[in-house]
Protein backbone atom coordinates (compact mmCIF):
# COMPACT_ATOMS: atom_id res chain seq x y z
CA UNK A 1 0.00 0.00 0.00
CA UNK A 2 1.37 3.45 -0.72
CA UNK A 3 1.83 6.29 1.90
CA UNK A 4 -0.52 8.81 2.05
CA UNK A 5 1.35 12.23 1.04
CA UNK A 6 0.23 14.87 4.17
CA UNK A 7 0.02 18.36 2.51
CA UNK A 8 -0.38 20.93 5.44
CA UNK A 9 -3.71 23.23 4.82
CA UNK A 10 -3.80 25.46 7.40
CA UNK A 11 -7.31 27.15 9.04
CA UNK A 12 -5.56 30.67 9.79
CA UNK A 13 -2.45 31.89 7.40
CA UNK A 14 -2.78 30.65 4.28
CA UNK A 15 0.89 29.61 4.24
CA UNK A 16 3.24 26.99 5.70
CA UNK A 17 6.43 27.82 6.62
CA UNK A 18 9.49 25.06 7.86
CA UNK A 19 11.60 25.83 10.67
CA UNK A 20 15.16 24.33 11.10
CA UNK A 21 15.77 24.72 14.68
CA UNK A 22 19.07 24.59 15.76
CA UNK A 23 21.15 22.32 13.58
CA UNK A 24 24.59 24.13 14.31
CA UNK A 25 28.08 22.46 13.70
CA UNK A 26 28.49 22.55 17.52
CA UNK A 27 26.06 20.29 18.26
CA UNK A 28 27.90 17.11 15.49
CA UNK A 29 31.16 18.12 17.69
CA UNK A 30 29.97 16.92 21.35
CA UNK A 31 31.52 13.52 22.92
CA UNK A 32 28.17 11.32 21.88
CA UNK A 33 27.41 12.01 18.67
CA UNK A 34 23.94 13.25 17.10
CA UNK A 35 21.91 9.73 16.60
CA UNK A 36 21.66 9.56 12.87
CA UNK A 37 23.47 12.26 11.80
CA UNK A 38 23.50 11.52 8.14
CA UNK A 39 20.22 10.56 8.15
CA UNK A 40 18.43 13.33 9.95
CA UNK A 41 20.44 15.76 7.57
CA UNK A 42 18.96 14.13 4.62
CA UNK A 43 15.24 14.21 5.73
CA UNK A 44 16.37 17.83 6.53
CA UNK A 45 17.33 18.71 3.16
CA UNK A 46 14.30 17.30 1.25
CA UNK A 47 12.12 19.13 3.77
CA UNK A 48 14.17 22.09 2.44
CA UNK A 49 13.98 21.05 -0.67
CA UNK A 50 10.24 20.68 -0.98
CA UNK A 51 9.46 23.77 1.00
CA UNK A 52 11.98 26.08 -1.34
CA UNK A 53 9.99 23.96 -4.73
CA UNK A 54 7.00 25.14 -3.35
CA UNK A 55 7.62 27.91 -2.56
CA UNK A 56 7.22 27.97 1.45
CA UNK A 57 9.06 29.92 3.82
CA UNK A 58 11.89 28.31 5.22
CA UNK A 59 13.44 29.58 8.65
CA UNK A 60 16.92 28.53 9.93
CA UNK A 61 17.18 29.11 13.91
CA UNK A 62 20.42 29.36 15.59
CA UNK A 63 20.96 28.96 19.34
CA UNK A 64 23.25 31.06 21.37
CA UNK A 65 25.11 30.28 24.48
CA UNK A 66 27.98 31.69 26.65
CA UNK A 67 29.63 28.64 26.42
CA UNK A 68 28.95 26.16 23.41
CA UNK A 69 27.33 27.94 20.63
CA UNK A 70 28.77 31.40 21.21
CA UNK A 71 27.10 33.74 18.73
CA UNK A 72 29.52 33.99 15.27
CA UNK A 73 31.55 31.19 16.46
CA UNK A 74 32.43 28.04 14.43
CA UNK A 75 30.12 25.60 16.60
CA UNK A 76 27.27 28.47 16.23
CA UNK A 77 27.35 28.42 12.61
CA UNK A 78 24.86 25.91 10.60
CA UNK A 79 26.08 22.85 9.46
CA UNK A 80 27.61 22.78 5.90
CA UNK A 81 25.09 20.23 4.48
CA UNK A 82 22.75 22.99 5.09
CA UNK A 83 22.82 25.22 2.44
CA UNK A 84 20.51 28.37 2.99
CA UNK A 85 18.92 30.44 0.43
CA UNK A 86 19.49 34.21 0.35
CA UNK A 87 15.77 34.86 0.78
CA UNK A 88 15.53 32.33 3.77
CA UNK A 89 14.92 33.73 7.26
CA UNK A 90 17.26 33.30 9.75
CA UNK A 91 16.54 33.74 13.53
CA UNK A 92 19.06 34.09 16.30
CA UNK A 93 17.79 33.02 19.70
CA UNK A 94 18.94 32.39 23.63
CA UNK A 95 16.05 30.32 25.02
CA UNK A 96 14.92 26.98 23.97
CA UNK A 97 11.40 28.14 22.45
CA UNK A 98 12.08 30.15 19.60
CA UNK A 99 9.62 32.29 19.71
CA UNK A 100 10.54 33.91 23.22
CA UNK A 101 12.48 36.85 22.53
CA UNK A 102 12.72 36.65 19.28
CA UNK A 103 10.86 37.88 16.02
CA UNK A 104 9.53 34.69 15.01
CA UNK A 105 6.22 35.66 15.42
CA UNK A 106 6.08 38.71 13.79
CA UNK A 107 7.90 37.44 10.46
CA UNK A 108 5.64 34.65 10.31
CA UNK A 109 2.64 36.73 10.73
CA UNK A 110 4.13 38.80 8.01
CA UNK A 111 4.17 35.95 5.96
CA UNK A 112 1.15 35.09 7.03
CA UNK A 113 1.55 31.69 7.73
CA UNK A 114 -0.81 29.25 9.84
CA UNK A 115 1.12 26.27 9.75
CA UNK A 116 4.68 25.37 10.92
CA UNK A 117 6.47 22.25 10.67
CA UNK A 118 9.33 21.94 12.99
CA UNK A 119 12.35 19.59 12.56
CA UNK A 120 16.21 19.81 14.34
CA UNK A 121 17.91 19.46 16.98
CA UNK A 122 17.47 18.04 20.01
CA UNK A 123 14.27 16.07 20.40
CA UNK A 124 13.75 16.97 24.30
CA UNK A 125 14.94 20.42 24.56
CA UNK A 126 14.61 23.45 21.49
CA UNK A 127 12.17 21.57 19.09
CA UNK A 128 10.08 20.26 21.83
CA UNK A 129 10.28 23.79 23.19
CA UNK A 130 9.66 25.68 20.04
CA UNK A 131 6.72 22.73 18.58
CA UNK A 132 4.96 23.83 22.45
CA UNK A 133 5.22 26.95 21.68
CA UNK A 134 4.22 27.37 18.24
CA UNK A 135 0.91 25.46 19.50
CA UNK A 136 0.50 27.59 22.40
CA UNK A 137 0.68 30.58 20.11
CA UNK A 138 -2.42 28.96 17.80
CA UNK A 139 -0.42 27.71 14.73
CA UNK A 140 -0.91 24.18 12.91
CA UNK A 141 1.96 22.19 13.96
CA UNK A 142 3.37 19.22 12.03
CA UNK A 143 6.39 17.86 13.46
CA UNK A 144 9.07 15.78 11.13
CA UNK A 145 8.97 13.33 13.35
CA UNK A 146 11.99 11.38 11.51
CA UNK A 147 13.79 15.07 10.95
CA UNK A 148 14.91 15.67 14.89
CA UNK A 149 17.36 14.03 17.40
CA UNK A 150 20.10 14.66 19.95
CA UNK A 151 22.94 13.47 21.14
CA UNK A 152 21.84 11.83 23.69
CA UNK A 153 22.96 7.87 25.00
CA UNK A 154 19.13 7.45 24.98
CA UNK A 155 18.06 9.64 21.30
CA UNK A 156 15.62 6.81 19.79
CA UNK A 157 13.75 6.47 22.94
CA UNK A 158 13.43 10.13 23.27
CA UNK A 159 12.30 10.99 19.73
CA UNK A 160 9.94 7.62 20.42
CA UNK A 161 8.78 9.31 23.32
CA UNK A 162 8.35 13.16 22.04
CA UNK A 163 6.81 12.12 18.94
CA UNK A 164 4.05 10.62 21.13
CA UNK A 165 3.83 13.51 23.78
CA UNK A 166 3.82 16.25 20.98
CA UNK A 167 1.20 14.21 19.69
CA UNK A 168 -1.15 14.08 22.64
CA UNK A 169 -0.49 17.77 22.66
CA UNK A 170 -1.33 18.54 19.13
CA UNK A 171 0.97 18.25 16.97
CA UNK A 172 0.83 16.21 13.69
CA UNK A 173 3.61 13.63 13.54
CA UNK A 174 5.01 12.81 10.11
CA UNK A 175 7.66 11.47 7.68
CA UNK A 176 9.58 13.66 6.10
CA UNK A 177 8.21 11.67 2.94
CA UNK A 178 4.75 12.39 3.71
CA UNK A 179 5.12 16.20 4.61
CA UNK A 180 4.27 18.26 1.25
CA UNK A 181 4.04 22.10 1.20
CA UNK A 182 1.90 24.13 -1.00
Not at 49 to 56: F, I, L, T
Not at 87 to 96: A, M, P, S, T
Not at 156 to 179: H, S
Request: some cysteine; charged content about 20%; aromatic content about 6%.
Amino acid sequence: MAKKMIAPQIKGGPNTALLVIDVQRGLFWLKTPIYQAEQLLDNIHSLVRKAHQAGAPVVYIQHSSDKHLVLGSSAWQLHPKLNPLPDDLHIDKLQGDAFEGTPLLDELEDLQVGTVVTCGLVTHGCVKATTLGALARGYRVVLAGDTHSSFSKDAAKLITQWNAKLAEAGAEVRTAEEIEFG
